[in-house]
């Protein structure tokens, strides 16, 4: 199965699901799909640079990488281990089976530009230059929820996103990049926003295409927040990801990695 949609307030284009009585159900539903359907779009980069040289992964994330929201977050806004948190699991799995050391340099509430010359954090402006000393394998970017969520204009996202990609893929050519569309959050930080989760997707595909990217869109798997589909994914906010949200991403993520090597 190709991409199969996306989903919409109170439904999802191309594949219909009926709404449910509890979380619990959606969370089986949605692994089933995962496991079952997901079939990567990968590149000739992808392949050789990936499936043969598994020992470093590199994640650029927001709040749904560093674990925010989890019960055992310690909080301090980087990336703290977590049980259930997707970067957590996919670091330690990656680790057991294929002895990969995956470093989280992500951040609560950042945006692309937090990744760029004058970003917030040490660990968000330094990204590229870690992604330089270690030439990973696969950088993962998951970014753009934040964007989303403060109506920033689409044009200002687009500039920085392209820019961290391109300086991402300058300072490491040998590394596939994976772009992540994150979940569609269903919470807004303005009052009246102007612009749609559509465009801002639009500039994540348009970018993978371009610079001959990996795209993994989280929207075919989890509902956005807020939504009845939503109900057990996310935390009472509807913007964050709830234990059961944070698995149905690791499988996501870690079936594309799975499946980008069984060509």
Not at 10 to 35: H, I, Q, T
Not at 100 to 126: C, I, K, M, Q, Y
Not at 205 to 220: C, F, H, M, N, R
């Amino acid at each position: 199965m190709g991409r199969v949609g996306r989903w919409g307030r109170g439904g999802r284009r191309g594949l219909r699901r009926s709404r449910r009585a509890s979380g619990a159900g959606v969370v089986l539903v949605v692994a089933f799909v995962v496991s079952g359907c997901l079939a990567p779009r990968t590149t000739a980069a992808m392949i050789p640079t990936w499936c043969a040289d598994q020992s470093a992964i590199v994640v650029l994330g927001d709040s749904h990488s560093t674990g925010y929201g989890l019960p055992d977050y310690p909080g301090g806004g980087a990336f703290e281990p977590t049980g259930a948190g997707w970067t957590s699991t996919v670091l330690r799995r990656a680790s057991d089976e294929w002895g990969t050391v995956t470093t989280v340099l992500a951040h609560n509430g950042a945006l692309a530009a937090d990744f760029r010359p004058g970003g917030r954090w040490p660990e968000t402006t330094s990204a590229s230059e870690y992604v330089h000393d270690v030439q990973p394998a696969l950088v993962i970017v998951a970014l753009g929820a934040n964007e989303f969520a403060s109506d920033l204009a689409p044009t200002e996202f687009d500039e920085h996103y392209r820019g961290l990609v391109a300086e991402l893929q300058r300072a490491s050519p040998r590394s596939a990049v994976l772009l992540l569309v994150p979940p569609e959050m269903g919470a807004r930080l303005v009052p009246d926003p102007v612009y749609s989760w559509d465009a801002y997707t639009a500039i994540i595909e348009t970018v993978a295409a371009e610079k001959g990217a990996e795209l993994l869109d989280l929207g075919q798997y989890l509902p956005p927040g807020g939504t009845p589909e939503a109900e057990g994914l996310y935390l009472a906010d509807a913007a964050h990801l709830t234990e059961a949200g944070h698995r149905v991403v690791h499988a996501a993520v870690w079936t594309f990695l799975e499946a980008s090597c069984a060509q």
